[in-house]
């Protein structure tokens, strides 16, 4: 926790900790004197007390003023996290889930032991090879974190520890390392470390040949790096401290202070990120500018680490383009002239648009996600009917092939692929019903070799569940895929409590994987089930255009479209029936819950974007102004309306609403802990029920919740907890 927060929380514990109205008075002494009101109401404790009175935040007017309009925000206090007030809101909140969850203490620790217990304590990764060494990482028995290890040229040659992460957090409550990446000389390992869970890190650096530690340090920056060929030279981005915009490009010589590093690009334009990578061959390495709908590259010999950048293709309003390299070529994944992306290549010495040559046409049923390059080898991803497909292309001209999966849901991806020269495929492999399984596929015989399969320590018989492809009819003609996964001898009677979850943004699909904790959630009768509704691209481009702008309100409606479905059909009920989605997918559970709060018995909201209009108007708040032409830009009228129309926080009304679990993160970036406390605090004044409305917050950590793999299986507990009880499933 930062040092700013801990005096700050100690004072707000001890006031919770006195319980009294008095009390309650003196942690709101920063606060305007308007709102001095009886503020958190005291919690009964002990064995056998009454159901606890929940927090009541204080109601503190604040006028926001656009478009002529005046919205009142009784919450916005609480963005002050130095307000020993929201501090203690938060924890007053905590205590009261605590306590309303009291009696599901056992359950809860059942289920941790369950998950925890599935997963191979010793585990470790499938090697990949990689410039001489394979490279895997491992876990001892009950350690959190992982060891990065690497062995020379064999698999029976002694093993390198190249980095013990449990040291590093030992007595830390947030540990995170990223951006890992080894010098091209095989010497020198970099990785940025994250300690409160902001993603703002420390890049570091350990000699590998002594196992020490160099003196270099860079603070404060993200964990996107790229090593130059010369393997003493560090290419990393930068963010903005304040909106954590992602703007500026350092070069680093090792052996030199950070603050004579050199700034070799910046990003002027705010609605802009960048960042830095080198490309597969190696040879080159490649600064990307990006937002929404455009993008722009840059490039410079990685050999020549001090030389200058080189615009490839400028950027152009809707116009999307990625980069790799192999030969004298570059290889472009392109929306010009083509909504679901082409295929194109340009040589090195002539790399704009006029020079493209098609390699790989549009075509309007297939989406072109991406590519991976080989020597004699390319081999696309590509998506159609909402499945992800391999297609393999010798470049001898030879016919192509498309990999089979064998399975009617399932997810698959590209995985670690670092050789051009190889001729081997390394890709991972899931279902609702198969466990992750890494395999090896020979690109010249088609010779598929499974690597690994996770295990289910415990038991796991595949033939127990049963997994569908569906589609439900939306209310405009639409047809929105749903994977589902039960019991094999689940009965379609209506009885079955059934977990819907979705997300619907960004573009991102939302694949059908497995998931060993989930089986808690079978094994006890419990359905589970994906809504792929618009906004993601399991469609294609057009599926996320039609759930973006001033089309978003589909996201909502095609899950409320296939919430019924699936009641309709017998798969559920409206009183088994919960709503699950995190972030941009807790934005859908909001608007949900306030389109339609009868269809539900209950709703889990992760980290929940809420107050869009708020948020979308503040360029101070991280990815703000990069997301203009996600949401839309509410300075422009039709974009306030239509945003305010289904904006969560600002459609509270009293109601009677679902029971809610919401979770936050004091240190989010992505969302910050506000949202989902105000949105809640408002909740708690107007709902008209007594249904559970309860507010978990990590206080020592951010957007992906706490680190460590066991950790983050205690807020699974409880969010399992929270459904199983609701519908008497305790055992």
């Known amino acids: 926790m930062n040092s700013w927060k801990r005096p700050q929380l100690l004072a707000a514990l001890s006031v919770l900790a006195a319980l009294s109205v008095l009390a309650a008075f003196s942690v709101l002494a920063a606060l305007p004197a308007s709102s001095a009101l009886p503020v958190l109401a005291a919690l009964p404790s002990g064995a056998g007390a009454a159901a606890p009175a929940p927090p009541e935040a204080p109601r503190v007017p604040h006028r926001l003023e656009a478009h002529g309009q005046t919205r009142v925000d009784d919450y916005y206090w609480l963005r002050d996290p130095e307000n020993p007030a929201t501090l203690a809101y938060l924890e007053a909140e905590n205590a009261y889930t605590e306590q309303v969850m009291a009696h599901t203490r056992g359950l809860q620790d059942s289920l941790f032991e369950e998950m925890k217990g599935r997963i191979r304590k010793d585990d470790s990764t499938v090697p990949y090879f990689y410039e001489g060494c394979y490279y895997y990482d491992r876990y001892e028995e009950e350690n959190e974190y992982p060891l990065y290890c690497r062995k020379r040229g064999s698999l029976d040659a002694p093993e390198e520890l190249l980095l013990d992460v449990n040291e590093l957090a030992a007595g830390r409550d947030y540990f995170a390392v990223w951006g890992r990446e080894v010098s091209p000389s095989g010497e020198i390992y970099a990785f940025a470390a994250d300690t409160v869970g902001r993603r703002f890190f420390t890049i570091r650096f350990k000699d590998l040949t002594t196992g020490a ?10 964990s996107n790096i790229a090593w130059a060929n010369d393997g003493r030279t560090l290419f990393y981005a930068a963010q903005d401290t304040v909106t954590l915009r992602q703007h500026r490009i350092y070069r680093h010589a090792l052996g030199t202070p950070a603050s004579s590093d050199v700034l070799v690009y910046e990003e002027s334009d705010e609605t802009f990120d960048c960042g830095v990578y080198r490309t597969k061959s190696k040879e080159y390495l490649l600064i990307a500018s990006y937002q929404t709908l455009s993008s722009e590259y840059r490039f410079l010999d990685a050999d ?71 020597a004699d080898f390319l081999v696309v991803a590509e998506r159609r009917d909402g499945l992800a497909r391999f297609r393999v292309i010798p470049s001898d001209g030879g016919a192509g092939h498309e990999v089979d999966f064998g399975e009617p849901v399932y997810s698959a991806a590209i995985g670690t692929n670092p050789e051009l020269d190889s001729s081997v495929l390394r890709y991972d492999y899931a279902s609702l019903v198969t466990p992750r399984s890494v395999f090896d596929y020979d690109l010249r015989t088609r010779a598929k070799t499974l690597r690994k399969q996770d295990e289910i320590q415990g038991g796991y018989d595949p033939a127990l569940y049963r997994s569908e492809k569906l589609a439900a009819p939306a209310r405009d003609g639409s047809r ?42 079978l094994e006890r009768g419990f359905a589970y089930a994906i809504a792929h509704v618009r906004g993601g691209e399991e469609l294609g481009r057009r599926w996320y255009e039609e759930g973006k702008l001033l089309k978003k309100l589909n996201t909502f409606t095609d899950f409320i479209d296939c919430a019924e479905f699936l009641i309709a059909e ?162």
């Not at 996600?630 to 926080?649: A, F, V």
């Open 480 to 521: 929105v895929p749903i994977s589902i996964v039960h019991r094999a001898d689940a009965v379609r009677d209506g009885r079955t409590p059934l977990l819907l979850y979705a997300y619907g943004s960004y573009g991102i699909s939302s694949d059908a994987s497995f998931s060993a904790a989930r089986l808690s959630l």
């Open 213 to 222: 530690l160099l003196a270099d340090a860079i603070h404060g920056v993200t």
């Open 304 to 374: 020549d680490p001090t030389g200058e950048f080189v615009l490839l293709q400028p950027r152009e309003r809707e116009h999307e383009y990625s980069v790799d390299h192999v030969g004298d070529r570059f290889y472009i994944r392109t929306n010009w002239e083509a909504r679901n992306f082409r295929l194109m290549e340009a040589p090195v010495a002539r790399p704009g648009k006029e020079h493209w040559r098609e390699v790989l046409p549009h075509r309007d049923e297939v989406l072109l996600e991406g590519f991976e390059l080989f």
């Open 570 to 731: 017998g798969y559920t009920s409206a009183d088994r029936i919960f709503a699950e989605g995190g972030s941009a997918g807790g934005l859908l559970v909001g608007a949900v819950v306030n389109l339609r709060p009868d269809l539900f018995r209950g709703a889990i909201a992760d980290v929940p974007f809420v107050d869009v209009v708020t948020t979308m108007l503040d360029e101070t708040i991280p990815l703000t102004t990069s997301e203009y032409d996600e949401w839309g830009d509410p300075r422009d009228r039709t974009y306030y309306d239509y945003m305010l129309s289904y904006s969560p926080y600002d459609n509270v009304a009293p109601r009677d609403y679902p029971h809610m679990l919401v979770t936050a993160g004091l240190h989010d970036s992505n969302v910050q802990y506000w949202e989902p406390a105000k949105w809640v605090a408002r909740l708690r004044a107007l709902k008209t029920d007594r249904r559970r409305l309860l507010l978990k917050t990590n206080m020592e950590a951010g957007h992906f919740g706490a680190s460590g793999r066991f950790r983050y299986y205690r807020d699974l507990a409880l969010a399992y907890a929270f459904m199983l009880d609701l519908v008497g499933r305790e055992e």
